[in-house]
C-alpha cells in the first residue's frame, strides 16, 4: 500500500507541476491582449533572470558576495538574476509605453548596453577576451548578410535580420573566438572584453528598438502563436522524444554491429534474410503433394464453372461477382494454408498470422454481426463475442493453452476441450454404434438440406443453385471418411488395434501456428463484430424497404445492398486488423516463446535485442516489421484524413 | 385477410425470428466456452485440474470439491512478487499513463481544432501519420535512453552532442509511464481533434466576443463538452495499459522485478514448467477482473471510441 502512496504522490507532483507550468504560462500569454505592459514586463523579468541565472550558474560572473552555499539556499544567488530581472524587466516595461521611435530605440539601447556594462565589468578574468581581427569580421558579417537574405526573401525588413545576424556572428566572433588566458589582467585584455560586450548590447538593443508597440491585430497574432505552442508544445514533444527520435536512432542501429559500435552497412538485414530460421523455402515442393490441394482445385473450377454459369444469367461472359465468391475465397484461403504450412519460418509465419487472422477475424465478425442484427437481446449476445476484447493477450494465451489446447498422453482422459472432442470423435466413429450413426447422419441430413436448397433456388437462379450444390462436397467428403475409416483423433497401431490421436496443438508444428492465430481471432471477432454491426444498422432502411417492395429475399438484400454499402467499412476494420496481427507478440511469448516453429517477427526481435542482446539484428527485424506495416498504415491514414 | 389468419402469421414470422437468432447464440456461447471453463476450473482443486476436463463436474462430487482454495493460494504464490503485490503495480502503471496522455492530448487537440497558426494542418498530418511507426521500432533506444540518454556523434566533426539526457528512470514504474503516454500521443490527439473540432463553431465565436482567452475557452467551455471522447479514451488507454506487456515486459522485465505489473506475473507463473499451472486460472481470472468490470460498466463508451478511430497503431 505504501508504494501506491508513494507512486500517487509521485504522480500528483509530476501531473500538477507540469499543470502549473502550463496554466502560468496561459496566464502570462493572457495578457498580451489584456495589458500589453504587464506582459511586457513579466516576460522580460523571466528572461532576464533566466540569462542571467545561467551566466552566474556557469560562473562566468563574480558575485557581489564570495560565500559559499548550496543553491538556492544562499541568498547571493539570487542577486544576479534579480538584477537581470530588473534589468530586463524595467527596460521591456518602458518599451512597451514609449510610441516615438527615437526614444524606443535610446531606451532599448540603454538597456542592453547596461546590462553588458555590467557583465563586462564583473566577468571572472578566466573569461577575458582576446579579440582576433579574422573571426571579428568574418562571422558578423556573414551572418548578418545570411539574416538579411533571409528576410529579404521573407519580405520582411532586411536590416531586422542584418542586425540579429550581426549580433549572433559577433559573440560567435568574440567569445567563440578565444578567451585570453595568458594576459587576463592586462589592460589591453580588459578593453577588449568590454568592447566586445558594448557591441554586443548595442546590437540587441538596436534590433529590439526598431520593433513597434504591437497594435490589435499584431496582439492577436502573437497571443494565437504562441499559445499555440503552449497547447500543442507537450505534445509535440512527447511525440519527438518518444516516437520520432527512437524510430531514427533505431534505424541507425540497424546498419551497426550488435554492439552498436561499427558501421556495418546492410549485413544485419542480409543475415535476416539469410537465416533459415526466418526465410524456409526448402519443403515447398511438399505443397504438391498437400491432400488440401485437391480441394483448392476443386473449388477454383466450381468457381470458374459459377462464373460461367452467372455470366450467362447477366449476359455478361464470365462473371466472378455473386456466388462464384464463395468457393473463390475457400480456394484462396486453402491455398494459403496448404502454402503457409510448407513454406516456413519467421518471415512466412507473420504473413500467415496476418492472412488467417484477418480473413477470419473479419469474416467471423461480419457473419455475427449480421446474424445479430434485429435478434432478441442481440447486446447481450454480442457483448459475450466482444468480452475477449478485454482480457489481456497473455491473459487469454493462457486460457486457450488450459482450457482448450491442453494435450495430455493418449491413455489419459483429455482435459482440455478440443481434445476431448476431438479424441471422442475418433472414439465414437471407429467402430459401429450409435454415435458413428448420428455423425453420418448429421453430415448426410447437412448435404441433403444443401441438395434441397440446389432444387428450391433452381428456377429462379442457376448459379446460386450451382452453389448449394458445390457446398455438398465436403459433408458428403466428411460422411464418405466417417463411413469408411472414420475422422477424429485416432492412430492405429501396429497391431491393428486403434488408439486415441490427441493433438499437440500448441507445440505440434506447423499447425501449432493456426491454433495460436485461433486465439487472436477469438480477440479480434468482437472487434470486427463492433464496427461492423454499427456499419450494417446505419444503412439507410429506404433502400432496403424499397428492395422488399421489388420482391427481394433476406439474401438478396444482404448481398446486393447491405454488403455494398459497408464494404469500405470492411476494409477499415480489415486493415486495422492486419497491422494489430503485424505486431502479434504476447501469444507467441507466453505460450511457444517462438520454439516449435512458431517464431514470429516481433518475438524475434524482442529475444534478439533484449534477450540475447543483439541491438544491431533486433534493430533490423523492427525496422523490417515497420516495413511491412507501413503501406497499411499509409492507406489508413490517406483515408482519415480525407475524412478528417 | 382475417385476423385469425394473420395472427398467425405473427406467430410463424415470431418462431422464425427465433429461429434466425439460433446462428447467433451458438457462436457466442462457443466465444463463451474458454473463459466460462477457466472460471469452473479456478475453483477446482489441483487434482482435479490435472486429471479430468472442468466439464466433468459431476465427477468430483460438484458441492464438495470446489473451493476458493486456488484463489486463496495464488495470492501466496510467486518467486519474485506476489500477485497482490503484481495487482497494485498495473494499478500504479495503468492510472498515471491513462491520466498523463488525457491532459497533454486534450490540449494539443484543441490547438490544432481552434487556434490558428502557421503550418496547423501539415502538423496535425504528421502528427496523425506517426500512427504508423510500431511499438517495437521505438523500443529498443527507448530502453537505452532511460538507462543513459540520447546522444548523436556528429560525422567530421567528431562532437557528441546530448539530445536527452539520461534520466536514470529503468527498472521504474516512471519510464512504462513515458513510452505510454508517447504511444498514446498520435491516436489521442486524433481522437480527440475529431470531436472538439465538431464542437459548434458558434459557442467560440460568442465565447471570443464575450473576451474569452484560449485557456478559459478550454478550461471552462471544451473540457466539459468532450466528457464522453475522453471516457472513450480513458477507458480505452486503460484496458491497453493494464493490459500490456511487451512494454512492461522490455523497461521492466529485466530489472524492476518489484515493479511487475499482472501481466508479466501471469506470464512467469505459467513459464514455471507447469510447477503452478493448477493455480493458473485463479490467477488470470484475477487479472481479467479489473478490465472485465471497466469493461462491462462503461462498454458504451468504449465501444463510441472504438468506432470514432479504429485505428489505433
Redesign the interface.
Known sequence: MDKVISTLISVGIAVGGFLALWIGANLIFNQVRKDFSRFSVIVGSILGAAFMAIIDGNSLVTRATATKGEWPLKADYLVWPVVGALIVGGGMFALSKVHDRPKRFLISIATFVGLSLLIAFTLKTGWRLRLKTVPLFIWPIALAAVGAATNALRARNPLHGALTGGFIGWLLGTFGGGINAQNASSSTAITETLIACVVAGILLGARVGMTHVPNLVTKAKIDDRSRAWIFIGPAVAFISVMLILPTILTIILSVKDNKGDQYVGLDNYRSVFRDDDNWDLSSLSGLFTSSILPWVGFFLLAAIGLAVLLGRETKQGINFGGAPIFPLIMAGGLFSFAFFTHARGTIFNNLWWVVGVTLLATSLGLAVAKFADGAKFESVAKSFVFMPMAISMVGASIVWRLIMYQARNEAKPQTGVLNAIWVWLGDITTTWGLGRVVVLAIFLGAAAALIYAFIRALPNSTSTAFLYLVLTAPPLWIALRTATDGIGGYVIKNNGSIAPGPINFVQGPPFNNFWLMLILIWIQTGFAMVILSASIKSVPDDYLEAASMDGATDSQKFWRITLPQILPTIGVVATTIMVNVMKVFDIVKVTTNGQFGSQVLANAMFQQAFQFGNSGTGAALAVMLFAFILPIMVLNISRLTKEA | MTIASSKKGRAIDRFY??L??V???I???V?????F??MI?SFRPKDS???????TLEADGLGERLSIQGYRDVFEAGTTNTLGQSL??S??IA??AT??PI???A??A???AW????G?KL?F?S???????????????????YVGG?HLTLPFLEKTVT??PGWGVQGQ??SVW??H???A??FA??LL??YI?SLPKDIFESARIDGA???TI?WRLVLPLSIPVLAAFAIFQF?WT?????IA??ML??NGFEHHPT?IF??NL??DFGKN?HL??AA?FV??FV??C???GL?RFF?RG??AG????
Request: net charge neutral; proline share 7%; charged share 5%.
Open positions: 425470428g427465433a434466425s437468432s446462428p447467433m447464440w457462436f457466442a456461447l466465444w463463451l466456452v474458454p473463459t471453463g477457466l476450473n485440474q490435472r486429471n479430468s476436463g472442468w466439464w497494485l503495480n494499478a500504479a492510472l498515471p491520466i498523463i491532459a497533454v492530448a490540449f494539443a484543441y490547438g490544432f487556434i490558428d497558426f502557421k496547423r502538423l498530418i502528427v496523425v501519420a506517426i500512427m504508423a511507426i510500431p511499438l517495437q521500432v521505438a523500443l529498443i533506444p527507448l530502453l537505452k535512453m540520447a539530445l536527452v514504474p516512471i513515458l513510452t503516454t508517447g504511444f500521443m498520435p490527439i486524433f481533434h475529431n473540432v482567452d484560449h485557456f478550454f484496458l493494464w493490459n500490456d506487456y511487451l515486459n522490455t522485465g529485466a501481466t501471469i506470464a505459467a513459464g499451472e493458473l486460472p488470470a487479472q481479467a478490465p472485465l471497466v469493461f462491462f462498454q465501444v472504438l468506432l479504429s485505428v489505433k497503431g
